[in-house]
Every structure is written in C-alpha cells, then in structure tokens.
C-alpha cells in the first residue's frame, strides 16, 4: 500500500478543487479587489451594524452574547499576509472550514489592521497554535510582546508561523461584509500539519485541554455550591 504524504494530498485536494467558473458554485476571481480601497467592494453596512452606537442596553446584550460565545472553545490561529515587502500576522480564533469540494475556509474579521491589506494581498496563511505558541497568541493581538521573535517559514509565496500545528494558504474568492466584521472567503492553495497538542481559548483564556477541563469542572463547583448555599 502506498503512503500519501501531506504534500501528494496537498496536490490531490488542489486538483479535485479546482473551481470553474461554469460550476456555478464559485464567483470568478475579483482581480479589482487588489487595487480597491478597504471594503469598497463590499455591499453597504447593515441596520445591526449602524446601530452600534454605545447605547447601554446595546453595550450589556454585546457582552452577553460574548459570554454565551465564549463558551464554544476553539482553536487559536494567527493569520498572515505579505504586501510589498511587509508581512503582517494578527491573532484570530474566528476561523472554520466551509468547503470539502472545493476546499474553502472563512476568517472573520473586525476592525483591524488586516482588514485594510487583505483588499490588496488578495491571500492569507493560517496557522494553527500549539499548545507551547501560547505567547505568540497575545503577541499577534497585541496584547503582550512575545520574548521570543516569531519566525516564518513560507509557502506558496507566503509566510507561516513556524512551529504550528496546522498550515493553510488561501486565496481570498468572496468577501462579505456581516454586522461589524467582514468575512474573508478563501480557497485554499497549500496545507501541512504535524501531530501537537493544541493551543486552546475558552471563556477569554488560552489554555490546554486539560487545564480548560480542569477550569470549566472547577467553574461548575463554585457555581453548583453557590445555587446549595442560597
Ligand atoms: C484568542 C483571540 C482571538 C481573536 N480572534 C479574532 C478574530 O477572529 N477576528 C478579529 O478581528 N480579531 C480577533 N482577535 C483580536 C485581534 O487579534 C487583535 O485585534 C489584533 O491586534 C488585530 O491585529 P491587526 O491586524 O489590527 O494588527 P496589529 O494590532 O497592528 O498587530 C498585531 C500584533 O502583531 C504584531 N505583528 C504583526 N506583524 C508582525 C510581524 N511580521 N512580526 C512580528 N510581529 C508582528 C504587532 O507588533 C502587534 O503586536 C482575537 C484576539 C484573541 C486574543
């Protein structure tokens, strides 16, 4: 029996993906997304959008909604692109897979320095934290300089955090804009993985399986004892 390494499946996937612009299913590439500003390609904002001033009703339902939100773990990812010569990555979680066939993902992004180069990159790699890229998670969002200079190592033209568990590299074909955030369709042109123990995030906190387990059983606890005790 023979063994498909990443790279044969790589090119299997590619090949059974391909898009045609006949299958209906795919828009043609938007080569005007390259030179157009941020977001002028997108439709207008919607009503939820421009009811965004900072109403207090409106300010506690957002942060509810995280709350509920925050309860779906997920995986972290740190999201690159290159234009000219500078590379860019920002820490995202917002990220899933939409295609088998053809092989397509989204990243969902709000506000954001990516958000202005993506129009004119036109792609994006993903990379998927390990358990040990923890401070690479808060560097990539700003949150706390990693003490450790991240390293690329590039695909397709690209630039991928070195070290992850999970590479893709996707060509932006749709791109829509959803409430606050715009939402960046890509087809995916290369993938790698290597077996690792995830970086997670779990109501606001990175962790591994074991200790957002171990957090969630000892958050039930207190609740449990706190419903006995009234
Ligand atoms: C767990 C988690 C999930 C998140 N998910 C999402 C999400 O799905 N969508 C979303 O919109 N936001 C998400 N964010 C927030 C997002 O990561 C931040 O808002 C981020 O700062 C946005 O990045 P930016 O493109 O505006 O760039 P900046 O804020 O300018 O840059 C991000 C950081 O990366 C560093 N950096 C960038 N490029 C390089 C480089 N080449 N070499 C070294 N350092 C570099 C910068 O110095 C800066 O510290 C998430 C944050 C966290 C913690």
Redesign the pocket.
Known sequence: MSTVTDREGVARLTRVARPTESSGLMPPPRPALKRERPGAALPPQTGVARLTPKAPAIEQAAKAFRQVMGRFA?G?TVI?TIERD??????????LSVSLRPPLVL?????????E?LPRSGRYGISVLSQAQQHF???????K?SPV??T?TWQNGL?LLEGAIAHLVCRVVDVHRAGD?VLWIGEVEYIDHRDDEPLL?YTGR?GTMREISDRAQAEQTRSSQHVDRR
Do not use: I, Y
Request: a positive charge; one cysteine or more.
């Open positions: 997920t972290v690159t500078t590379v860019h990555g920002m820490t995202a979680n917002g990220f990243v969902s992004l709000g506000r954001c320095k990516m958000n180069m998670a808060a560097h990539f969002a700003a949150q300089r200079e991240p690329f630039p955030h995030f990175f």
